[in-house]
């Protein structure tokens, strides 16, 4: 291997990418799985994780982006018709071939794989190592959900435990101002929530997709500030999410007004920073695009895509449908619809069920057998509710981080990570170590 980075494809459209600036002859070999995002060479490049492991290692580092996604486009457009061949189980069978392939072009047959990935690559990387151990050495699946569930009302619970273990009267707080929209809702107070929200259009008259959308847009605002609990700029250098401890101080912060004020304050910053000037709330929007099968090779989306997965083989909805959260107004069935209006009547709630109830055999939920797989999750992070957070076997290790959000194990490193997190690193690396001698 002579480039030390390429950006590569086999069979013309699985798109990757190649790191061999640590690579020592012999060394293992890194292959980190994209999920439902697109692939990107920072990934590959960064101070990641990951990559400071291969550089400690002496390992070669493979991105592989996943069907579908990104410029990996088998088919050529996202037709329902085209996306029967968008599952997990085509993407194992896509990690698999790319293994094998790679290994016998480059020489690789003899060297231990790795196989890595957060969130649902994550999930990959382990359903890899379980159904295919002789092709992967080890795995490290980082806030990977194993278990698919249709209606997950337990995230919000997550959120609620995240908040409430970080400042009860920041919850209360929270669940003060979302009483107050929903009330506002049913007033059809629309034009006082059109400009307290900086809305884009105006509510369509009794829409319930139209204000349950609003509600889903505002509620995983909170959510994805629990999800992450991280700084994170866009690529404008604008902030895009901010930690619990920020979201907090302005929730409790009595000069700013009522609960409502404080949450619109912290909205109207959020827009202006990420969205220039309004929040898209409208729902025949979002049907139009999530409708839309065009590829969009210069600016690639993810929406429909995931979403198809979602209504085929995961679920994964968060609903407000427990008494244990501080939200209300997102019931399984505006999920449902949406499968129905995105994918046709076909997509509906017993479908779904079947779905899920078939992900959850094939790969077998919590109930993991093997060896040789670390799973990583941030105690703040609500997705580790459907993870692995207590140690299966000595070979089954899990590492439950204090106070981190998903997937942070992955991330950069910064010099203000936390005790937790650099310890969880470290002990990652070390179980690897040990696992490639």
Same mark, same amino acid.
């Given at each position: 291997?002579?480039?030390?980075?390429?950006?590569?494809?086999?069979?013309?459209?699985?798109?990757?990418?190649?790191?061999?600036?640590?690579? &020592?002859?012999?060394?293992?070999?890194?292959?980190?799985?994209?999920?439902?995002?697109?692939?990107?060479?920072?990934?590959?490049?960064?101070?990641?994780?990951?990559?400071?492991? %291969?550089?400690?290692?002496?390992?070669?580092?493979?991105?592989?982006?996943?069907?579908?996604?990104?410029?990996? =486009?088998?088919?050529?457009?996202?037709?329902?018709?085209?996306?029967?061949?968008?599952?997990?189980?085509?993407?194992?069978?896509?990690?698999?071939?790319?293994?094998?392939?790679?290994?016998?072009?480059?020489?690789?047959?003899?060297?231990?794989?790795?196989?890595?990935?957060?969130?649902?690559?994550?999930?990959?990387?382990?359903?890899?190592?379980?159904?295919?151990?002789?092709?992967?050495?080890? %795995?490290?699946?980082?806030? %990977?959900?194993?278990? %698919?569930?249709?209606?997950?009302?337990?995230?919000?619970?997550?959120?609620?435990?995240?908040?409430?273990?970080?400042?009860?009267?920041?919850?209360?707080?929270?669940?003060?101002?979302?009483?107050?929209?929903?009330?506002?809702?049913?007033?059809?107070?629309?034009?006082?929530?059109?400009?307290?929200?900086?809305?884009?259009?105006?509510? &369509?008259?009794?829409?319930?997709?139209?204000?349950?959308?609003?509600?889903?847009?505002?509620?995983?605002?909170?959510?994805?500030?629990?999800?992450?609990?991280?700084?994170?700029?866009?690529?404008?250098?604008?902030?895009?999410?901010?930690?619990?401890?920020?979201?907090?101080?302005?929730?409790?912060?009595?000069?700013?007004?009522?609960?409502?004020?404080?949450?619109?304050?912290?909205?109207?910053?959020?827009?202006?920073?990420?969205?220039?000037?309004?929040?898209?709330?409208?729902?025949?929007?979002?049907? &139009?695009?999530?409708?839309?099968?065009?590829?969009?090779?210069?600016?690639?989306?993810?929406?429909?895509?995931?979403?198809?997965?979602?209504?085929?083989?995961?679920?994964?909805?968060?609903?407000?449908?427990?008494?244990?959260?501080?939200?209300?107004?997102?019931?399984?069935?505006?999920?449902?619809? =949406?499968?129905?209006?995105?994918?046709?009547?076909?997509?509906?709630?017993?479908?779904?069920?079947?779905?899920?109830?078939?992900?959850?055999?094939?790969?077998?939920?919590?109930?993991?057998?093997?060896?040789?797989?670390?799973?990583?999750?941030?105690?703040?992070?609500?997705?580790?509710?459907?993870?692995?957070?207590?140690?299966?076997?000595?070979?089954?290790?899990?590492?439950?981080? &204090?106070?981190?959000?998903?997937?942070?194990?992955?991330?950069?490193?910064?010099?203000?990570?936390?005790?937790?997190?650099?310890?969880?690193?470290?002990?990652?690396?070390?179980?690897? =170590?040990?696992?490639?001698?």
């Amino acid at each position: 291997m002579t480039d030390a980075y390429c950006e590569c494809h086999l069979h013309h459209w699985m798109r990757y990418f190649v790191n061999d600036a640590f690579y &020592k002859p012999g060394g293992p070999v890194f292959l980190m799985i994209e999920g439902s995002e697109t692939a990107s060479r920072n990934w590959i490049l960064m101070n990641t994780t990951w990559v400071t492991y %291969a550089e400690r290692l002496g390992a070669l580092c493979l991105l592989l982006e996943h069907r579908f996604y990104g410029l990996s =486009q088998p088919t050529g457009d996202l037709s329902t018709g085209s996306l029967r061949y968008l599952s997990s189980r085509q993407a194992v069978a896509d990690i698999v071939n790319f293994r094998t392939e790679i290994a016998k072009t480059i020489g690789l047959t003899k060297n231990k794989w790795v196989v890595f990935g957060g969130s649902y690559g994550g999930s990959l990387a382990v359903w890899s190592r379980i159904k295919h151990p002789d092709l992967f050495a080890a %795995a490290v699946g980082s806030s %990977a959900p194993m278990l %698919a569930k249709a209606n997950f009302y337990e995230y919000f619970e997550g959120v609620q435990r995240s908040l409430g273990t970080h400042n009860s009267e920041c919850l209360k707080a929270v669940k003060e101002a979302f009483d107050q929209v929903v009330e506002m809702l049913k007033r059809k107070y629309y034009s006082k929530l059109k400009s307290d929200f900086m809305l884009c259009k105006t509510f &369509k008259f009794n829409s319930v997709m139209d204000t349950t959308y609003l509600l889903d847009r505002l509620i995983m605002l909170v959510g994805f500030t629990v999800q992450y609990n991280m700084n994170r700029k866009n690529e404008k250098g604008h902030q895009i999410l901010i930690r619990i401890e920020d979201f907090c101080d302005s929730m409790t912060n009595s000069s700013l007004g009522s609960p409502y004020y404080r949450f619109i304050r912290i909205i109207q910053s959020v827009v202006k920073e990420e969205y220039s000037c309004c929040l898209a709330a409208n729902y025949d929007d979002k049907l &139009k695009t999530f409708s839309d099968t065009s590829i969009y090779y210069h600016n690639p989306r993810k929406g429909r895509q995931w979403f198809y997965q979602c209504c085929t083989e995961f679920g994964f909805f968060k609903t407000t449908d427990s008494k244990d959260q501080p939200f209300n107004g997102l019931p399984l069935s505006y999920y449902v619809q =949406q499968c129905s209006d995105f994918f046709g009547p076909k997509f509906n709630l017993d479908s779904l069920n079947m779905g899920v109830m078939s992900t959850n055999l094939y790969y077998r939920g919590f109930n993991v057998k093997g060896s040789k797989i670390i799973f990583s999750s941030g105690s703040f992070d609500p997705w580790h509710i459907l993870g692995i957070t207590k140690d299966i076997s000595k070979d089954l290790p899990a590492i439950f981080i &204090k106070g981190e959000g998903h997937c942070s194990d992955l991330s950069e490193r910064r010099d203000t990570d936390s005790a937790e997190l650099i310890q969880a690193r470290e002990k990652i690396f070390h179980i690897l =170590q040990k696992w490639l001698k």
